[in-house]
Every structure is written in C-alpha cells, then in structure tokens.
C-alpha cells in the first residue's frame, strides 16, 4: 500500500492549528479515490461514477471506505435492477422476510387455489364424460331430475316461462347461441383493444372462440349421447353431451367482461394497477355475468333440450377454455401507434 493525496489545510507554516487532514489510501497499480465532499458529510462527489469507481483487489463489490456514514445517503433504490442480475422483488415482498422471488417465482405459478380448482373441474369433466359414455350411476339422477322438473314447468301456473319464443327461458337460451354469444365477445375485445391500444384482447377472444368450438364439437360427435326424450342424434351426429348453449353463453360472456375489466395481466407485477386489482363495480359485473350463465343452464334443463349432466360439464368446460384464453392476454404485446422514442 502507499499513501498519497495528502491534504494539509490552512497553510503548514501557519501558526493556526490544523482544521483538517484528509487521506485517500488505495492499492498499488490502483488510480487514487475520489475524496468525500468538503462538508465533511460523508456524501460522495456530484460526479456520476466517482466514488464508487474503485475496488478491492480480488472482490466483486465496490469498497467503500465510509459504510457508517453513507448508511443512509446515496443509498440505491430497492426496485433498481442490478446489473445482469434478477428483476427486483416486488413492493409487497420488501421488508417481509421472504426472500426475493426469482422470474418465474415472480411471475407465478398458478396459486394453490386455482391449480386445485382446475384439477377439481377437470376431474367432474372427466367423470361426467366417463359416465355419460358407460350408461354410468348419474343417468338415473338425470331422468330422476328431469321427472321432477318437468313435472313443475309443464303445469299450467309455469308454462309461461317456456311455452312461447319471448317467453323468459327461451330468451335465457338464445343468449347461448353462437349468432348472440359470439358478436357480444368480439365487440367486446375490440373495445378492449382500442383502450389498450394491443391486440392481445382480439387474441384471446379468437382462442376462446376456437377452443369453444373444437371441443364441444368433437366430444358431441365422440360421445354420441341422445337429448330427453330422444331416440336419435341431432344433426350432423352431434349429441348433446357436453351442452353447447351453456358452454358457449359461459365462454363468450365470461371471456368478455373479463376482457372489458382487467384488460391485461401484468408481467411483472410491479406495483397493482386499476386494470389488474377488481373493483366492486367489476366484481359485481362478474357476478351478474355468472348468474346469467347459471340462468342459462337452468333454462336448457327447464325447457327439456338438456339433462343436467350436459349443463354441469358445459360450465366446467367452460370454465378451463376461459383461463386458457386469458393466457394470451398479457402485457408487453404487439401494438400499434407506437411511436419512435
């Protein structure tokens, strides 16, 4: 080690004593460090890489040769990305105890909750379908609930509900046809993607629509079952396992108020957004939107077009295409209008 930069001030033959020495010590072949300002504050020098520019011989981390005093000056900001280093940990992780999350930590993997809940919709998918192409234990049940339906909506006090084209069931129907369901979402993701100016809202509605379509399809025409009080398939072969009304009402009303609310899925989240946190007015629009599908199963089985088996795997089904739409509605998507900064 040497010593230099040796600073005496107000004179050495001055009589007056000294007011202050101030000594940089640094190692040999190394250029000298950069004093702390004349304030005697601790602080480092306006230059942008004056302080920090040395090292010790053999680390990897800046030295810094007055720790204590520059405890709370200078200090970087926790959500500053170190250099070839992880994202920071978000806000809600600082100061908690948990260790930063890595990126595929931060970005999530599915919660417990939902991962549970899509292997609880998957294995009711599962064992409707297993039973409806066995001749399984839920038949019975399902003649067993139509008798009992039937005989309260064909009794001349209900019949109302039913009987006509206006009548309040049959317009609970046609919401799951595609000529209704389907205009409703598009319209929907466009209006979406006009406030986000992204295309991942059409994306996704253009997923959820062919998803709709491809499974409802293939397992009506692979499971073949017959509708109440039916001896023969419908046309084309389709059957009515799972329902189609229901599927489609769920998936394309469902898809498209949760495109209108939470319009993208930041990755990462750093902070929560108005976009990404419900509101009571969004969650109340999700509640009525469950509701009107709920409607729309009970009208099927109340007009006798479905057994309740059918309804029951529609809403499951509908369910899981809904989130693998939504995967594709995320944040950092393709734009349009962007301008060069």
């Not at 190692?27 to 601790?42: H, M, N, R, S």
């Not at 003649?143 to 317009?171: E, F, G």
């Not at 959820?208 to 046309?235: E, F, M, Q």
């Not at 509640?287 to 199963?297: D, F, M, N, P, R």
Request: glycine share 12%.
């Amino acid at each position: 080690m040497t010593l230099g930069n040796t600073v005496v001030a107000y004179g050495r033959l001055s009589r007056e004593p000294v007011i202050s020495v101030r000594m940089t010590v640094f190692a040999q072949g190394e250029g000298p460090l950069e004093p702390p300002d004349a304030t005697g504050e601790g602080r480092p020098s306006a230059g942008p890489r004056r302080w920090h520019g040395c090292s010790v011989p053999g680390g990897s981390a800046p030295w810094d040769p007055l720790p204590s005093a520059r405890a709370d000056q200078g200090r970087p900001s926790p959500l500053a990305r170190p250099p070839g280093g992880h994202p920071p940990a978000p806000p809600a992780a600082i100061g908690s105890g948990r260790p930063p999350a890595g990126r595929r930590g931060w970005h999530g993997r599915p919660r417990p909750a939902v991962a549970a809940g899509n292997g609880g919709l998957t294995l009711v998918l599962v064992l409707l379908t297993v039973n409806a192409l066995a001749d399984g234990p839920l038949v019975g049940a399902d003649q067993r609930i139509r008798a009992a339906v039937q005989a309260r909506a064909t009794a001349p006090a209900w019949r109302w509900l039913r009987d006509s084209w206006h009548a309040p069931a049959q317009l609970l129907i046609d919401l799951g046809s595609y000529q209704v369901a389907v205009p409703v979402l598009a319209a929907c993701a466009l209006i979406a993607a006009a406030r986000r100016r992204t295309l991942r809202p059409l994306l996704a509605a253009f997923a959820g629509v062919v998803l709709l379509l491809v499974t409802v399809t293939a397992a009506k025409i692979a499971i073949g079952r017959t509708g109440p009080g039916l001896t023969t398939l419908g046309s084309g072969g389709l059957g009515v396992f799972p329902s189609g009304h229901t599927t489609t009402a769920t998936v394309c009303l469902g898809l498209a108020v949760l495109l209108l609310l939470f319009p993208s899925r930041p990755t990462p989240p750093i902070r929560p957004t108005p976009t990404s946190r419900p509101t009571r007015a969004g969650s109340a629009a999700v509640a009525a939107v469950a509701v009107v599908c709920l409607l729309v199963g009970a009208a099927l089985v109340w007009c006798d077009y479905h057994w309740f088996t059918d309804v029951v795997a529609g809403w499951a089904l509908a369910v899981l295409i809904i989130q693998a739409a939504l995967l594709v509605n995320r944040q950092g998507s393709p734009r349009w209008g962007r301008g060069r900064g």
